[in-house]
C-alpha cells in the first residue's frame, strides 16, 4: 500500500510541539483533512502512547498547526492551530496556541510566504484564525535566514535560543464593547458559581485569548504551588477543577465538553517560595502571583500561552482575582511562577466608557525547527 507523503516540519514554540504544514498540502475537504492530520499524530491511540503517530500524548505535544498566505490586506499569513485528543478521533479547532505562536513567523518566511530583512528583526502580521485575531511576531533575522540559536532561557525549555517577540492585538472577545469587545461574558469581574459537589466557588470569568476561568488556589483545596505529580495522578483533584470549569463555562455561555480546549480553567495564589519541577528554587520576590492552568483534563507542565495572555490581561484590570493576589513590577509587567519557572507578560489596558479594553498583551517566547521533510500517512 502506497502511503501519503506529504511536507512538514516538526517545530517547538514556546513550551509545545507540533506538525507544522502548508494547507495547500492538504487535503481541501475539511473531514478528509482531520482525518490524515488524525493519523499523522496518531489518534485515537486508546493505550494512550501515540506510537504510531507524531503526537507526545500530551495536551502540549499534540498538535498541528496550518499556514497559507492571508487574502487579509493587514495580514501576512493565516494560522489554523488544532489540538488533537489522545484516545478520541477528535481534533478541537475552537482557539489558539499562543505557545505555537511563536513557530508561525518563522515556519512561514522559510515557506517564501513574505519577503523579511536578511538582519534585524522580520516583522510577521499573522491572523489567527481560529479566534479572529491578530498577532504580531518580531522575529530575529541573522544573514538572510531565520535565526534559531540565542541565549534567550524559556523556563519550560531545556535549551536556549533566540528570543521571538509577541504582540497579541485586542485580544478581548469580541461582543460589542468598542476595539476588542469586552472581555467579561457576564458583565462582571467577579462571579460566584454554585459547583455541584464543591459549592460557591468566587471566579473571574474572562475571555482573552481563550476563555479563562480564575479562581483562587484555596477554593480548589490548592496552595497554588503545586506541580504536575501532586494533582494529574489524584482523579479527585482532576474531577474537581473539570466541575468548576464546566461550571464556569455554562456561566460563559459556552458548551464544556469533557477534556476540551476550552475554556480552561487556572488557579492563582499570592507569591511564594516553592521548587520547580526541575529542582530550582523559586523565590517569592522574584514573581509577582503563582498561576497554574489546566489543558485537556490535566495540570500543564508550565503555562499555556493563551493562558499567559489572559493572565496578563486580568492582572492589568481591577476588581479581578489575578490583580487582587497580584503584585506588578515597576514597568506595569507581572512575573509570575508556574511549574516549570517563572515567565513575564505584560498588558496595555484602558477603561473606555465603563468597559475594559485591553489593546495588546506582550511576551517573548522561542521557537526552533525539530526536523523537516514529510509525513507519511497510510491511504485508507
Same mark, same amino acid.
Given at each position: 500500500?502506497?502511503?501519503? %507523503? ?22 481541501i475537504?475539511?473531514?478528509? %483533512?482531520?482525518?490524515?492530520?488524525l493519523?499523522v499524530?496518531g ?19 499534540s ?15 493565516d ?5 488533537l ?13 499562543g505557545?505555537l505562536?511563536?513557530?508561525v513567523?518563522?515556519?512561514?518566511? %522559510? ?13 510577521v ?6 479566534i ?30 533566540a528570543?521571538i ?13 468598542? =476595539?476588542g ?6 458583565g462582571?469581574t ?11 466557588? =468566587? ?44 461550571a ?25 517560595d ?10 517569592? =520576590? ?12 490535566a ?29 506588578k ?5 507581572? %512575573?509570575?511562577g508556574?511549574?516549570s519557572?517563572a ?17 495588546k498583551?506582550?511576551?517573548?517566547r ?15
Amino acid at each position: 500500500m502506497t502511503q501519503l %507523503r506529504i511536507p512538514a516540519v516538526y517545530m517547538r514554540g514556546g513550551t509545545s510541539k507540533g506538525v507544522f504544514f502548508l494547507a495547500n498540502d492538504l487535503p481541501i475537504d475539511p473531514q478528509q %483533512r482531520d482525518r490524515v492530520l488524525l493519523r499523522v499524530i496518531g489518534s485515537p491511540d486508546p493505550y494512550g502512547k501515540h506510537i504510531d503517530g507524531m503526537g507526545g500524548a500530551t495536551s502540549s505535544t499534540s498538535k498541528v498547526v496550518l499556514i497559507s498566505k492571508s487574502m487579509r490586506p493587514d495580514c501576512d499569513v493565516d494560522y489554523l492551530f488544532g489540538a488533537l485528543a489522545v484516545a478520541n478521533p477528535t481534533i478541537d479547532w475552537s482557539g489558539n496556541c499562543g505557545n505555537l505562536s511563536a513557530a508561525v513567523g518563522p515556519f512561514a518566511i %522559510r515557506s517564501g510566504l513574505l519577503k523579511a530583512p536578511t538582519q534585524g528583526w522580520a516583522t510577521v502580521r499573522i491572523w489567527q484564525a481560529n479566534i479572529g485575531k491578530m498577532i504580531i511576531s518580531h522575529v530575529p533575522m541573522c544573514d538572510g535566514a531565520v535565526q534559531e540559536e540565542g541565549d534567550f532561557e524559556l523556563d519550560g525549555v531545556t535549551f536556549p535560543a533566540a528570543e521571538i517577540k509577541l504582540e497579541f492585538l485586542n485580544p478581548g472577545a469580541d461582543d460589542g464593547g468598542g =476595539e476588542g469587545g469586552l472581555m467579561f461574558p457576564t458583565g462582571k469581574t467577579i462571579d460566584w458559581l454554585d459547583v455541584p459537589g464543591v459549592g460557591r466557588v =468566587e471566579a473571574t470569568l474572562i475571555n482573552a485569548g481563550l476563555p479563562t476561568i480564575f479562581v483562587e488556589a484555596v477554593s480548589l483545596g490548592f496552595k497554588g504551588s503545586e506541580l504536575q505529580s501532586d494533582v494529574n495522578p489524584f482523579p479527585d483533584l482532576l474531577e474537581r477543577a473539570e466541575k468548576v470549569r464546566v461550571a464556569g463555562a455554562t456561566a460563559m455561555g459556552l458548551v464544556a465538553m469533557p477534556g476540551s480546549h476550552t475554556p480552561k480553567i487556572s488557579f492563582v495564589a499570592r507569591s511564594q517560595d516553592y521548587t520547580a519541577s526541575d529542582g530550582r528554587p523559586i523565590k517569592a =520576590e522574584g514573581i509577582g502571583l503563582l498561576a497554574r492552568i489546566f489543558s485537556m483534563g490535566a495540570l500543564h507542565h508550565a503555562m499555556t500561552g493563551t493562558g499567559a495572555v489572559a493572565i496578563a490581561a486580568a492582572t492589568a484590570i481591577p476588581g479581578t482575582i489575578p490583580h487582587r493576589v497580584a503584585r506588578k513590577s515597576d514597568d506595569d509587567r507581572v %512575573r509570575f511562577g508556574h511549574p516549570s519557572g517563572a515567565l513575564s507578560v505584560g498588558a496595555e489596558a484602558t477603561e473606555i466608557n465603563g468597559e475594559w479594553v485591553v489593546s495588546k498583551v506582550l511576551m517573548s517566547r522561542s521557537a526552533r525547527r525539530l526536523m523537516e521533510g514529510w509525513v507519511l500517512v497510510p491511504q485508507t
